[in-house]
């Protein structure tokens, strides 16, 4: 993490209440971007930027693309891209949350559910 402690935020997230959340808590951000298209993900997270924080939802509305195709796609990845990117999973899908945090940890990769209801009542 920057000494500043403001930090380069991508979220992957398609609610617009929460998109408002987001904005509202990071307002301090350097950089807080947001998309619901899994392939733009990917595509923001292969450049040569690095993110520091990347809150990743599961069910975007695209099917049959997901939050998960982001989580695979870094999985693939020797850490080449973004090795230190954080990853938060607020998806509510209690199927899918705990998932992508397994599949992303057994990548060695660091990352933690936590769905949205109890992200946000713990700011």
Known sequence: ?????LWNILVVEDSEERKVWFREQYKDADELVFTDDPDEAIRLLSREKEWDVLFLDHDLGREPKSGRNVTLWLCEQPRAHQKD???LVHSVNVVSG????????????????????????KV
């Open 98 to 121: 705990p998932k992508i945090e397994r599949e992303m940890l057994a990548a060695g990769r660091p990352c933690r559910w936590l769905p949205f209801y109890i992200l946000a009542s």
């Open 85 to 87: 990117v954080y990853t």
């Open 1 to 5: 993490m920057r000494p500043s402690g």
